[in-house]
């Protein structure tokens, strides 16, 4: 795990700026405290900053293939290195290192792109051939490890976080309010596209190749879902033995590393699942860590309990109060890198520090089994409209809804409201969003507190449109499920749940995590199972339920879906948090020019004196104070002319005339 | 919207945006101006957070994405403070508070103050 960063010159003209390159590495330590490297020629840059993992001794990067043409800079894991690495042995190649990094680049020495279908794990990368002048750019499938890039007149300059490509001083800082209007509807920016004006993310599953000024970028994976006469028709026993067998695989091969590996268990079913296999067949003294809260209504420390007792493991919890998600707030706004509608980030930024404090580099997470196992409630409650709009007047179906939120639907006052909001459009079944819709138009409500410039801006956009233009061509003849599993992967999962509340949170105290869940052998077998055993009736996670009734304590299995959320209005609000209270004040307001001073102070007006925010206030207060923090970080104050040190251990200087400032190296290699 | 059976005042809305069909509704009378603007105000400043642009007498609270479960309550007990009445459970249906108008109109009918037309 690491991070990666580099510049390219597209045109020929010019010098990679070694200065640069320096700065872009060294703001990413946080990701690779242990080591750091440069490779530099006349065309391009290569930076690495390195967290040690696999081959803690020989694995430091920029790594070279055997005639030294290639050169790759790596963040990530590839899981099934071993194999793939005795085959390579096999065909003549030799390796300098044990690291999974250098399969890689023989691997792609061997067959180019394609190289990318036989790597199972997480990763973004970057690889130069300098004979060829190519430089190829990847990612991996689910968009675990993220990558963003800029291309700026003769330049494009790619790294793991935009904070590193900010550090050159010719890239503009500012907003664009298309990417901040899709976050204030979808929740996250569509793939590709970030918060910043010209800053662009590598979508998931793509590559890029940049050769003579040429960048072109493909996809090389998508989520399989099939139509439902292309699914399996295999009975349930067939389907349960093989859903456990990729998940026990998929388990055991990301327990691969030289360093030892943990577990995050919160004490749901996903997560639980995952910590059992980890004990029950791979590791005796197995160490986990988990997240309580102060508030009782978002604890789940009797269910983590539960599990604690049940497999004998090695526990630790962060007690996390609410006033430390307001104190955390703004640093996790760094990292994250865009607006946050939700608090629950900041748990998981307090949970990887306190890993990290026990000696662990590495976690696995039950991340990805609602989305692949079918466990939202957004996909049971569209299954439930449907249903339900086939006999409208039926006064049984529309209860049914009612039981899937049973808190909200508790206040008899509230029934006849809550039913109406849900039987918005329920009849448009050939609606591509139809599992979405409600929730997007009810995010979109934030669009209120837009400044006039705002709304101007973002005035006509349709990012509903472009969404729909996206969709795999076959997606119309999915079934509902699919498709509704499908947005909620693309988006939530790919560029919220792995990013703001995965990678970044965790890798900003240089903890990695894996998640067996998203291996794509999992996934693609789970593209193929029929949506009857994923949701059955109206039990959620059917299949995985099956699979583990036996291992897993019946008081987890049966427990109510439980949402991972933490507390907004009460985290933000509420003390002495002086950095949010400044974000939202009149003038900062104005500053950023994004929101209305005069609808931001009424509404933390509101929301202070009733005491408690109402969902769409909720989003509101995180998402604007998250935006109004990153205008501050990002664009008025970003320390651009920062201290940043870098003395890296690896510095290759290829350049025809070394000129110029270089870094002070505690090892050179040219 | 509502019956004619409602029609009950009449009054001339000239502070509230014409492009819905507040005719229709048949809100007429000083007293149901007065009351449309006391709910208007409280919707706006609560949950439109000052900007009255988005909201006529007719406007669908739900279609347009106004209020939402919460707010319903909020609303509900302003309306039982203002207005000093009870709003029975079976009364808290969308066709009693989902726009101005309804609101308007059910707050009328509680206190008392319709007039046969």
């Known amino acids: ?43 391009v840059g290569l930076g690495h900053a390195r967290l040690s993992i696999i081959d803690l001794a020989g694995g430091a990067q920029p790594i070279p293939n055997e005639d030294e043409t290639l050169w790759i800079v790596f963040n990530g894991e590839i899981f099934n290195y071993p194999e793939l690495r005795e085959t390579l042995v096999y065909r003549g190649h030799r390796f300098r290192t044990s690291t999974d990094t250098e399969v890689i680049l023989h691997l792609y020495e061997e067959k180019g792109s394609a190289c990318l279908s036989e790597l199972n794990g997480q990763f973004a990368l970057a690889i130069w051939n300098s004979k060829a002048a190519e430089l190829f750019l990847a990612r991996d499938r689910a968009g675990i490890r993220p990558l963003h890039y800029v291309v700026t007149g003769d330049r494009l300059l790619f790294s793991s976080e935009i904070k590193s490509i900010f550090q050159d001083r010719e890239i503009p800082r500012r907003f664009d309010p298309e990417g901040i209007d ?95 296999l980890v004990r029950r067949n791979f590791q005796n003294d197995l160490r986990t860590f988990g997240v309580r809260f102060d508030e009782e209504r978002f604890d789940e420390g009797a269910h983590q309990a539960t599990m604690v007792d049940h497999l004998g493991v090695h526990h630790s919890e962060v007690r996390v109060a609410n006033r430390e998600i307001g104190k955390h707030f703004p640093e996790v706004v760094w990292h994250c890198e865009k ?75 509230l029934q006849s409201t809550l039913q109406s909001f849900f039987r918005k459009g329920f009849e448009r079944h050939d609606d591509p969003f139809y599992s979405h819709r409600l929730r997007w138009e009810n995010t979109s409500r934030n669009r209120m507190f837009y400044s006039e410039e705002m709304k101007q801006a973002t005035l006509g956009m349709d990012g509903l449109g472009e969404l729909e233009r996206c969709l795999p061509d076959d997606f119309p003849g999915w079934d509902p499920l699919a498709k509704a599993q499908y947005l909620e992967m693309v988006l939530f999962l790919g560029n919220y749940l792995l990013s703001s509340q995965g990678d970044r949170v965790a890798m900003a105290h240089s903890l990695e995590i894996r998640l067996p869940y998203l291996d794509y052998r999992l996934v693609g077998f789970m593209g193929r199972v029929p949506p009857k055993w994923k949701i059955f009736g109206m039990q959620e996670k059917y ?57 931001i102070s009424r509404l933390v007006e509101k929301v202070q004196r009733v005491g408690q925010a109402s969902e769409v206030e909720g ?52 | 919207m509502g019956t004619g059976s409602n029609v009950a005042f009449e009054v001339h809305l000239s502070t509230i945006p014409t492009d819905m069909s507040n005719e229709a509704m048949g809100i007429r009378g000083v007293e149901g101006l007065d009351v449309l603007e006391t709910i208007k105000t409280y919707v706006v400043e609560n949950f439109l957070f000052g900007d009255d642009r988005r909201i006529g007498p007719a406007t669908d609270f739900l279609e347009n994405g106004i209020l939402d479960s919460t707010g319903v309550l909020e609303l509900v007990g302003f309306l039982e403070e203002k207005y000093g009445i009870r709003v029975e459970d079976e009364e808290l249906v969308p066709g009693n508070m989902n726009s101005l108008e309804k609101i308007t109109l059910y707050i009328l009918k509680k206190t008392g103050k319709t007039h046969p037309a």
């Not at chain 1, 919160?266 to 997560?271: I, T, V």
Request: hydrophobic share 40%; proline share 7%; glycine share 8%.
């Open chain 1, 1 to 43: 795990m690491c991070g990666i960063a580099g510049i390219c010159l597209l045109r020929g003209r010019g010098s990679v700026s070694v200065e640069t390159l320096s700065r872009m590495t060294g703001i990413l330590r946080h990701r690779g405290p242990d080591e750091s490297g440069i490779y530099v020629d006349d065309r």
């Open chain 1, 543 to 599: 299949l995985l339920k099956k699979m583990y009734r036996d291992v897993i304590p019946e008081s987890v299995i049966r427990r109510p879906k439980y949402p991972y959320r933490a507390p907004i209005a009460e985290g933000l609000l509420t003390g002495e948090q002086e950095e949010i209270r400044t974000a939202l004040s009149d003038s900062a307001v104005k500053k950023a020019g994004v929101f209305d001073p005069k609808r």
């Open chain 1, 339 to 413: 607006p946050i509608l939700r608090t629950a980030p900041v748990p998981m930024f307090m949970l990887s520090d306190a890993v990290r404090r026990s000696g662990y580099k590495v976690v696995l997470t039950g991340e990805g089994a609602d989305e692949i196992f079918g466990g939202y409630d957004i996909f049971l409650e569209a299954l439930l409209r449907r249903f339900w709009s086939r006999q409208p007047d039926s006064r049984l179906r529309s209860l049914l809804v009612g039981k899937l939120y049973p808190d909200i639907f508790n206040d008899p006052r």
């Open chain 1, 182 to 276: 899709q976050v204030f509807t979808f929740w996250t920016t569509l793939p590709g596209k970030t918060v910043f004006d010209g800053v662009r993310e590598l979508p998931p599953g793509h590559f890029m190749q940049v050769k003579y000024g040429d960048v072109h970028i493909q996809r090389f994976w998508d989520f399989p879902f099939r139509s439902p006469g292309d699914q399996l028709d295999w009975p349930l026993g067939k389907i349960v033995d093989t859903a456990s067998e990729l998940l026990l695989d998929s388990t055991r091969i990301r327990l691969r590393a030289d360093v030892p590996v943990g577990c995050y268990l919160s004490g749901g079913l996903d997560s639980s699942i995952i910590a059992t």
């Open chain 1, 619 to 670: 989003m509101a207060i995180a998402g604007i104070a998250s935006t109004q923090i990153l205008s501050r970080q990002f664009i008025e104050e970003f320390p651009v002319n920062g201290n940043i040190s870098l003395s890296p251990t690896v510095f290759v200087d290829r350049r025809t005339n070394p000129a110029g400032w270089i870094p002070e190296c505690s090892f050179t290699n040219t």
